[in-house]
């Protein structure tokens, strides 16, 4: 039976830039390749190969998919065999804690045509700093709509009973947490609910809370105290010992939008668009910020400035939106000029030894086991 496969983000197209997370998902590996080569070197394909390899094998999989490109992977790992592959390209370069102990560099770049680049080389010039000028676009005009969410924010938060706010935040700690106190260390991993791509905002959220007993949706507004509540629930479930998944917000990675807690079954998060859900199974339940904490009839009372408010920031976000397609459809030439001078045979070959070398990992995992 194939395993299952957990997919999320790792990395954000954000309005502070790009900004990862891969480090706290990579930690604590026996054993991680990192990828080296340009656009169109086979890295995603590559690794998705070998994912497909060891999941139909049964092994569960961590799959780490890319902000900027809805069809690639910027990594895999299998859990249970510590091990990792990772995209170590910009803009996520991942250095090295165990160069040759834990970490190996993989250099795709050695089955390219290094003469017939080099006869493309103003080309790839051209549209490498096209791609980078688009990007940066992109990020400057996610800094403006962020200006615009603060605005909408103020509106809620000079509406806001802080005290009742506070009251519900210890109140779901209460009932999640009660007595427990786990005598060990945390688990404290960072990742993103969802990120903004060339095709828009997309959230893996039904796989993530499939397993999960009990999950909470929170509905309110902007500046309504969701991120502030989230971040106090993982404090307390550090606190604790529990471990921690820390979801933050794809477009400012500094709020956070879910906070799953495997140990006890737990998962809550910010349920409003662009990721609105709602309840479907028999034990979900919602958490309502407006109805608890926001002055009754904020709504209605701010309601013109609050639409012409919500006007501009989602055309902003659409043109940000924009600029991350244009830099998709410019990063699409220049790895049709790399495809065009790869031998992937020699890619082949690569797998394979990376194959090999994760066959015996799983038999040391397996003979550990068995002892």
């Not at 592959?85 to 991942?94: E, L, M, N, R, S």
């Not at 079954?265 to 608890?292: K, L, W």
């Not at 002055?295 to 209605?300: A, N, V």
Request: net charge negative; hydrophobic share 35%; proline share 3%.
């Amino acid at each position: 039976m194939a395993g299952k496969i957990r997919n999320y983000y790792a990395g954000g197209n954000t309005a502070r830039g790009f900004r990862h997370f891969y480090d706290s998902n990579l930690q604590g590996l026996d054993r991680l390749f990192i990828l080296k080569g340009g656009p169109g070197t086979g890295k995603s394909s590559l690794m998705k190969s070998i994912g497909k390899k060891f999941s139909d094998q049964g092994y569960d999989l961590e799959l780490l998919h890319c902000s900027s490109d809805n069809d690639s992977i910027d990594a895999l790992i299998i859990p249970a065999i510590g091990f990792g592959i990772v995209d170590g390209t910009a803009p996520h370069v991942i250095e090295p804690k165990a160069p040759g102990a834990i970490e190996q560099y993989v250099n795709l770049g050695a089955a390219w045509n290094a003469s017939q680049l080099a006869n493309q080389k103003k080309e790839i010039l051209n549209l490498t700093s096209q791609i980078t000028d688009s990007f940066n676009t992109a990020y400057s005009t996610f800094g403006e709509a962020l200006r615009i969410h603060d605005e909408w924010e103020k509106i809620y938060i000079e509406n806001m009973n802080f005290n009742q706010a506070n009251l519900l935040t210890n109140e779901l700690i209460e009932r999640f947490f009660g007595e427990i106190s786990l005598h060990k260390k945390s688990d404290i991993r960072h990742r993103y609910l969802g990120a903004a791509t060339p095709q828009g905002a997309v959230d893996f959220i039904p796989n993530l809370t499939e397993d999960v007993a009990k999950r909470y949706f929170i509905k309110g507004r902007p500046g309504s105290g969701k991120s502030t509540m989230l971040k106090k629930l993982a404090a307390a479930a550090e606190e604790r010992g529990l471990d921690v998944e820390i979801y933050h917000c794809g477009f400012d990675p500094n709020s956070l939008d879910m906070v799953i807690v495997r140990e006890i079954g737990i998962a809550i998060f910010d349920s409003t668009a662009p990721h609105e859900y709602f309840p479907e199974r028999e034990n979900d339940e919602i958490v309502d910020m407006y109805q608890r904490a926001i002055s009754p009839g904020t709504d209605e009372k701010y309601a013109a400035e609050i639409e012409e408010i919500s006007n501009r920031y989602s055309g902003k976000m659409k043109e940000a939106i924009s600029y991350l397609a244009k830099a998709k459809a410019l990063h699409d030439e220049l790895e049709q000029i790399y495809v065009a001078a790869m031998n992937f045979d020699i890619v082949d070959e690569i797998k394979a030894e990376i194959e090999e070398e994760i066959d015996k990992l799983a038999q040391i995992a397996a003979s550990t086991e068995t002892e």
